[in-house]
């Protein structure tokens, strides 16, 4: 006879991410590369086997192919569990009816059975398109302790920013009496992080309620967040200081991989104590040729290194040619960068080929905004690519 498990945690890794602009044309956002060896989903699974979570559901929508496969059965993040483990949870044909994830707290009630199966006392519920680490497991104690009906994690913006988010009012024992979503002026500074632990009766009941109405928009920040405050439920603020960064435009991804780079980067992903798991092993060391200028960059196994590569980030099987010039910008896995050639301020995606004296965006300093090139696009020699662009994958220019 199996336990019951004390948490389950649910990861809405759904979103198509078109803010990512080609990066995400077939690629769901949380399978976006990151960190010369990462993919952004890493960071929120090695938070769970971290933090003792051993039961993860992710739940998948658009473009899931490559996310799948990157997960596979678990094994790299220590999720390959008889029971629990990490499990792929795409939308499917139930007795009754067969309906895309229409929102966030939807795509949870569509998958109230797996839940169900694992009898927890509380459910975790988390996104997979942010850059960070967290002890969830002190973040449940510390929900468990208040006796929460839903705890949210919050973190300090300030007063400019809280009108980008969903912002918590809170008492002076961290319980909320009110939330905004996006408010034009906010009361407080305390960001929604979309983290959120309920105890599991208290969120089925919620989400079986919130599917009966038809003028919901089935989201946890507009629908269920603001009914349970409404009905009087014990909801607490769960106050969070460390590094995180949510990826979802192009200029935030490149900002979080900058994080990575320097003599004292914004965001350790060496930690021992913290250990950040992926696929992609990278146990192949880079090559860096003599002549070759490497300066404030993070370089992946694999790569091969012939030219000159500053304040950048190189991800494994990444090839930068002789004479060709890499600077304020972030390559991934398998791109080719041809000799002469140059990329500055742009994200290069994976299996992209640059020809020689082929020119990617223009200076950091130009302002002009970030290049982008999608999956296995080519660049053919001489071409340039203006700054700001979007190179749709699959493209040839």
């Known amino acids: 006879m199996f336990r019951r498990k004390k948490c389950v945690a649910m990861l809405l890794a759904g979103g198509q991410g078109s803010r990512l602009l080609a990066l995400t044309t077939k690629v ?26 051993d039961t993860v559901g992710v739940l998948t929508q658009y473009q899931p192919l490559v996310l799948n496969e990157y997960i596979g059965n678990g094994l790299p993040w220590d999720l390959d569990r008889t029971y629990g483990g990490v499990h792929v949870l795409p939308p499917y044909q139930a007795k009754d009816s067969m309906d895309w994830y229409k929102g966030t707290a939807n795509a949870i009630y569509q998958n109230l059975s797996f839940i169900e199966s694992y009898d927890p006392e509380h459910v975790l519920i988390l996104s997979g398109d942010h850059i960070y680490k967290m002890d969830y497991n002190k973040m449940l104690n510390y929900h468990i302790k208040k006796d929460a009906d839903c705890t949210i994690a919050t973190l300090e913006v300030t007063l400019e920013e809280a009108t980008r988010f969903g912002i918590m009012n809170t008492n002076e024992d961290n319980t909320i009496y009110e939330f905004e979503e996006k408010p034009a002026h906010p009361k407080s500074t305390k960001a929604s992080m979309g983290i959120y632990i309920f105890k599991k009766e208290k969120l089925f009941s919620y989400l079986n309620a919130d599917a009966q109405d038809p003028s919901s928009s089935n989201d ?178």
Request: aromatic share 8%; net charge neutral.
């Open 220 to 397: 946890f920040g507009k629908n269920i967040i603001p009914t349970m405050l409404a009905k009087g439920e014990k909801m607490v603020a769960y106050p969070f200081s460390g590094y995180w960064k949510d990826v979802g435009t192009i200029a935030s991804l490149w900002e979080a991989n900058q994080d990575l780079i320097g003599e004292n980067p914004n965001f350790d992903i060496y930690d021992p104590y913290w250990k950040i798991h992926s696929r992609n092993i990278g146990a192949t060391p880079q090559y860096v040729a003599k002549g070759a200028v490497v300066t404030n960059s993070l370089i992946g196994g694999g790569a091969n290194i012939y030219g000159t590569v500053i304040n950048s980030v190189i991800s494994s099987g990444v090839t930068v040619a002789k004479g060709a010039v890499v600077k304020d910008s972030v390559i991934f896995a398998n791109a080719k960068i041809g000799e002469d050639a140059v990329v500055e301020y742009s994200i290069i995606d994976e299996n992209v080929k640059i020809g020689k004296k082929a020119v990617i965006g223009e200076a950091k300093e130009a302002n002009k905004g970030i290049a982008v090139v999608g999956r296995g696009s080519e660049i053919l020699e001489n071409e340039t690519v203006p700054a700001g662009a979007n190179i749709d994958q699959g493209g040839v220019r």
């Open 28 to 53: 769901a956002k949380p399978a976006v590369s990151f960190g010369a060896k990462y993919r952004i989903i890493d960071f929120t699974l090695s938070n769970c086997i971290n933090s003792n979570i």
